[in-house]
């Protein structure tokens, strides 16, 4: 018999913190919680395989789930000496989802189950609380009307909306147990009209709340966000049922969430909201301003509200015990929400908390200092992406502030772009390449897409705990939230502060770390790489074994990667460098010769050009190894198909324009991918190789005659399929750098290499491997070829296979290792089998990727290249490889 | 030290048959012939080895090699009684190339060599025969001026001319001695003027022509023929160095070539032809029509010249011997050179006869009977390509022949095409997509790319051996040769028959089995597969283990497929169904269509075509397998692209211009091959596969009720890279298959498979073959991707790639074994291990060519399919390659 259902509560559990994938995080950390003495509403968890089972069976449940249930059921009414249904004194249940991974407001969640018309007469009594009881009744009837049956909650919320102006109420709890009732009997109606009647039986209630949870593990917005991170749909969610505890129960109650440290700073202080005489919803929703936890905060943020420090002086210190023992116990930070009854407090749920890169880092480094974690363990707990906020442009302090108003800082780092409104506006601006920040009175998960394009979020309402604040945080996107004097008109398109108006397409600039909004484009410049930055680097640096280099071929990106401690240029692509005005042209004319000589002669007109370009590099990168790939595509791509540039250039060039547009004809491919490019083009015109191979040596003398530095140039070719094509391209290196050296009476060094980009050069790596001194995997093109798949054209179906599962991820972001990867180590494989030392990088866009890069760690490269901001992220994306995959 | 000469002659040898590689076919069989016995002009051969070490040590020798060419000299001179250069008693050489195999007027010659103006004394005055002396060295100036010096041999023929002219002389053997010497003196002059007087030194002589032997293997026509005939340029030529003996040594002396059977008949009889009172050139120029070995001939042929059976009965008499016991020997058909010298019989080359298709099938399987091989080897004899000369078409019998004039049938088969009048009007005019017969007075090697494009040749001088004969039977092109009556006008171009002109462009008929030449284009028809054919091929299927499917989507292709003796089809490429006009434009409605309601109702329309054309070829294949490549080209391919087409189209669907011009931007890729096509069509519109799978069923069904035979169809899905995504196909097809079943009350077998046409299905194949229940391998596809290299634009390099060595042929002609064959066999291993009875087989162009099958045959594969004129030859490459791969 499968266990499909687990206990916990009253200091003991049938689970516990490692059952996370059964359990799900919050199912196993109240198991945890529980065991460890933290006060815990009793309750169980249905385990993620019937979510699983769910969706394999057509929607149904195992047959023994019911009775497991049961069990568990009255395992609790005896724990709590209540009975669920029982109109004297009934049991209430919350019924919650709770997948491996946290998803944030993604999916449904049922209050107050096991109220009816009988049972709220029984809790209005045993409660003594006649209001608090009709409220619980009112909230559960609206929540399960909406969840469950599919009744819309504008419907209820019109109700809700007629009484407050009739009465003139800012708050519902403003409302009168008569009108309350009132409320309930028109509620019950409208469930009625819309065909669903409320069910008046609490088990049936309790099915109810549990399939609507199953179900919406596959409602879009979930879908959308697992394909975000990267969940896989297969994992599903577990179901927590846990006796109801009540934050609602008048003004001796409050619920709240707090976190161990600050999330979006990492600094080590108690942070977080509550707010009195209200359910845990109220909190995250945003609709009230909530409250802060400490005198401290108070201070800081200058907030007039109370704080629970003085509002609930005994219970706080009791909050900010466990708060010690929770993170002592994880050790990590802690994300935890709490209910407050009737001066009783209870933990809700614990979880690691979700922290912007900035906290993510600086609580890493902190905790090492604490002794509570080692630094291999710190520099797991930094996601590598996360890193990149740390990298991106903050605003330059010289530069004056006029601030329009302040918020919340609810998401740290600057974001600079045009006012949109709507989150489909933000998607269709950004489709158009421009720069968005999204403003909206609050957001919903609906606009979760329309966030994910924003350069950053602002928002009228919430708190540091609103969507919007958790998940800008989660995609490290700047967020000030909470602007309570900022006037939004969704209609019209502007939103005014005082008597500023902004229109929709007006810049904005917000500073997610202090809240600040300005009006108009602040400039932005790099951040500074020192402090904890510097000190986590270092570690990552101890660690990590696999080298990382960066494309580039202007000064300015190799400078930028130096400064983001790169090890060296693994990819150079020369042909870049000829689309400068001053070139272009001497290369049309190359492309437009008819002979070997006039070949020569323009090609001898780029050679200084081509050679100040290396000049430059060799200088910047001070004798670490340099990367040069020799042209790669096909040469159409540098005449212009329009029949007006064709004619300028003539004029330019002294041509007819039938001239140019025969060549340009001549020149068109049915698959440029696959056609004359690469080292095709040197195979027919060695001339190109030549000019290309001097003006790389002729650099490197230059550079060691001035520095006394030791430049040893990689020469690589591109697009090598057989070893004969590398033999022939790599004889006419060597001839021009022994012409080099006898001209320049000076020795080098150099090495000769290949791109392994085609299937074919991955399955003969062996062959190929006798000539090349190294390999260097171009894993945009190989997983072209190798999947037949242009990554031009692949946006007609791409989106549809991973949606469909096809691919799990674009394999052109991460590298697709079952297929693409297999070629790869074969060619790994069968390289080291000829040459052992042979050096192996990876220069595709995979490079910069996280999981390419364990891929890259696991099957025994020397170094990943990657673009240089993303040089950061694979230092680091190198050392978790390294821990991840140290042998235990 | 390394051996670099052998020796043969008077009964013994230092090399012998087996030593092809080293000695050439030529010394090989010289050495051989002189260890049985067969009377051999004592000589020497100088090895391969030493060819290799003269290209690759730029153009010079061994150290050691004089010595060893010296010592051999001397042994001959011993053997003879002569001395080379001696002025009383001289020996005289000649020296001729002979590489593995025969390369025919490839490579040069020179004879006489030795002679000079004091050794043309001693010879005249030893032989007692003056003129034979002058004529002699007249000959070997003429000769080595071209070959050696480089003097053009037109200048020495205008000499000839010139005295010809004067005297009224027909041949050059009615020359008095004084003319001959007058001739000499003015060769000498010409020599002289043109900057290369003629070597006095018989020495310098001797090597002079070696080196011509060895610099003419690099000669374009030489390479061009390798190519033609893949002949790796490092195999090198080994150089013969033999006693001369004469033809031309008066009328008791002759020379010829001879078969041991009819080189185009295969008929077992003694054919040849001889010149009296000739050097062996004369033969093989075609200038002087030679005369037949036997009265058979004479009578068969109504050739009036006498025949050798006449003229030297004793010789004849010992010659047959010969020709019957080196047949004996070699235990296949000789094609032989002999010389008389004053009635002393020579024999100066033997080598396995070529032949052409015909021949071979005949003589393979009359040597069967005679029991001279057996089975396998008779299969082996008849080169899979050759085949084809005997599946071409033939002139249909029943109409009626005006027959213009006859010549000799060289070369079996019909032709028929435009007259063209040059090699370089045949292959400019061919490149036009003509069909070309070529028409010259007669051939030289210059003209082999010409006649290679044409569709036959036709000559008006030369025999049965003359050049034209020889490489167009090699060709398996027909010929008609020696036509005398034809008069050919290269400046007009036109020839004339009697009163009879054609003209350039004008259609002409040529029977090169009969040697019948008509004016205009015969109708052509398919040979009758019985007989000879008949026999072999029933020889061919009982040795094969590969099946030979046929790709055929036609009820014509599918017929003659099965004539031709196809199991199966193993390719129906069902996209090619769609672009009949009378569907095309449902096609098109189904691309334009909004909606998947719309795209139903298109697909509809073509459902009833698509169901008939599965009938027709279920009907015709009779229960044989049938396999189906689901829709694979993008959607583009069926829309047009120039805008009085779409607005045509517009009209007919009523649809809006720009509407089409929209959809076809849209649909338009920069990388077609690598997009929108294959499965991935059938991914996001799976109602194209719901049309498609229920065609193939409905027709299954019917034609079983029908004819009561059982149809199981194969459903094969293109361009998979994922198990995913044949999973997904497949879910639609087997959904359809329920239904129909369902609708038909009938229940039905079958098969869904994928093509292996990515890198990453061969990589992944193991996944694939857990839904895949067959293989079949794309080779065109999986060619493209495994190099990156589209066939459509590779024309812009890949000849020079070829030229230089990095692909030994053309990879889209013969499958590039060591990158796409490396793919192939990783998939055969990993589909194996998941399905060991997995069916497996090839469908790209390759499947019809023989090293690929050879190939296919090795890896395992169940299968080949090929179009429908290749099956035959398929077949006997199939049991080529199970005999070669026998376990010895």
């Known amino acids: ?369 604490e002794g509570l974690i080692d630094k291999k363990t710190a520099i797991m707990r930094v996601e590598a992406p996360q890193l990149d906020q740390l990298l991106h442009p903050m605003f330059d302090k010289s530069e004056k502030r006029v601030v329009l108003t302040t918020g919340l800082p609810a998401s740290p780092g600057a974001a600079v772009g045009q006012v949109v409104f709507s989150a489909e506006d933000a998607e269709k601006q950004a489709g158009e390449g421009k720069k968005v920040v999204l403003v909206r009175i609050e957001t919903s998960p609906e606009d979760i897409a329309g966030m994910h394009v924003s350069q950053g979020i602002l928002t009228a309402r919430g708190g540091m705990t609103s969507h919007a604040a958790v998940v800008a945080r989660g995609m490290g996107k700047p967020c000030v939230s909470g602007v309570s004097d900022l006037r939004i008109d969704y209609e019209g398109k502007f939103l005014k502060v005082g008597e500023t108006i902004i229109k929709e397409g007006d810049m904005i600039s917000i500073d997610g770390t202090t809240g600040q909004v300005m009006s108009g484009a602040l400039k932005l410049v790099l951040p500074e790489m020192t402090g904890n930055f510097g000190e986590f680097m270092s570690w990552v640096d101890e660690i990590r074994t696999l080298g990382v280099r960066t494309n580039a071929e202007t000064p300015l990106d190799a400078k930028t990667a130096r400064q983001f401690g790169a090890e060296g240029i693994g990819l150079c692509r020369t042909e870049h460098m000829f689309f400068d005005p001053a070139r272009i042209n001497h290369m049309r004319e190359m492309i437009l010769s008819h002979t070997v000589e006039d070949r020569r002669k323009a090609l001898a007109k780029l050679l200084p050009y081509q050679r100040q370009d290396f000049v430059d590099l060799f200088t910047i990168m001070e004798g670490l190894p340099v990367t040069i790939r020799f042209l790669d595509p096909p040469l159409h791509e540098f005449l212009p198909n329009k029949r007006e540039e064709q004619a300028e250039i003539a004029r330019e060039l002294g041509v007819s324009v039938e001239e140019i547009a025969a060549r340009t004809a001549k020149l068109h491919e049915a698959n440029p991918m696959l056609g004359h490019r690469g080292c095709r083009l040197g195979i027919t015109y060695p001339e190109i190789n030549e000019m290309q191979a001097r003006a790389v040596f002729e650099a490197a003398v230059e550079v060691m005659s001035k520095t006394g530095k030791t430049i040893v140039p990689e020469i690589m070719i591109p697009l090598v399929g057989t070893k004969k094509e590398l033999d022939l391209a790599k004889a006419v290196v060597v001839k021009v750098a022994d012409e080099v050296m006898t001209e320049s009476g000076k020795k080098f060094e150099y090495h000769v290499g290949t791109m392994i980009e085609l299937p074919r050069a991955a399955i003969t790596a062996d062959k190929i491997a006798e000539t090349a001194e190294f390999f260097s995997f171009g894993t945009n093109d190989l997983t072209q070829t190798t999947l037949g798949m242009s990554r031009d054209d692949a946006g007609s179906f791409l989106p549809e296979y991973v949606q469909k599962g096809i691919y799990e991820q674009d394999p052109f972001a991460s590298l697709d290792q079952e297929g693409v990867g297999a070629l790869v180590e074969i060619a790994v494989q069968k390289g080291k089998s000829v040459r052992p030392n042979i050096k192996l990088g990876i220069c595709g866009e995979h490079g910069g990727d996280p999981k390419t890069i364990d891929f890259c760690h696991r099957v025994g490269l020397t170094y990943v290249s990657c673009s240089p901001y993303r040089v950061p992220i694979a230092r680091l994306a190198a050392a978790q490889a390294a821990v991840r995959n140290e042998k235990k």
């Not at 687990?6 to 996370?20: I, K, V």
């Not at 979510?51 to 009414?77: F, M, R, S, W």
């Not at 009484?163 to 147990?177: A, I, P, S």
């Not at 936890?293 to 219970?315: G, N």
Request: with cysteine; charged share 25%.
């Open 1 to 369: 018999m499968t266990k499909w259902v687990y206990t916990f509560g009253d200091g003991a559990a049938e689970g516990n913190a490692d059952m996370r994938n059964l359990l799900g995080g919050k199912g196993a950390n109240l198991a945890e919680m529980s065991r460890v003495g933290v006060p815990v509403p009793p309750g169980f968890t249905i385990t993620t395989e019937v979510c699983t089972y769910y969706y394999e069976n057509n929607h149904t449940y195992p047959a023994d789930l019911k009775d497991q249930v049961l069990t568990a059921l009255a395992g609790i009414e005896a724990k709590m000496g209540k009975k669920f249904g029982d109109p004297k004194n009934p049991l209430l249940f919350s019924v919650r989802s709770g997948a491996r991974v946290s998803m944030p407001g993604m999916m449904d969640t049922v209050l107050n189950l096991g109220l009816n018309d009988e049972t709220v007469v029984g809790l209005a009594e045993k409660s003594g609380n006649e209001k608090f009881a009709y409220d619980s009744y009112r909230r559960f009837i609206q929540m399960y009307g909406d969840v469950v049956m599919g009744v819309h909650s504008s419907k209820f919320e019109a109700v809700l909306d007629r009484v407050r102006e009739e009465n003139g109420y800012k708050f519902d709890n403003q409302m009168t147990v008569e009108q309350l009732k009132a409320v309930i009997k028109e509620y019950k109606e409208i469930c009625e009209k819309d065909g669903h009647p409320l069910p008046q039986d609490p088990k049936e209630q309790l099915w109810g709340g549990i399939g609507a949870v199953f179900g919406s593990w596959m409602v879009d917005r979930a879908i959308y966000y697992r394909k975000l991170n990267n969940i896989p749909g297969d994992w599903g969610t577990a179901v927590n049922v846990q006796t109801m505890v009540f934050g609602n129960y008048g003004d001796t109650s409050a619920t709240g969430v707090c976190f161990s440290r600050d999330p979006a700073t990492g600094e080590n202080y108690f942070y977080g909201e509550y707010l009195k005489n209200a359910q845990g919803e109220d909190v995250v929703a945003g609709i009230r301003t909530p409250q802060p936890m400490t005198k401290l905060v108070k201070e800081r943020r200058h907030i007039d509200l109370p704080c629970m420090e003085e509002e609930f002086p005994a219970v706080y210190n009791e909050l900010n015990a466990i708060r010690e023992k929770l993170e002592a116990h994880y050790k990590d930070m802690q994300d935890m929400e709490f209910t407050i009854q009737d001066g009783k407090l209870w933990m809700l749920q614990t979880r690691n908390g979700k922290r912007t890169g900035t906290a993510a880092l600086r609580i890493a480094v902190e905790m090492v200092k």
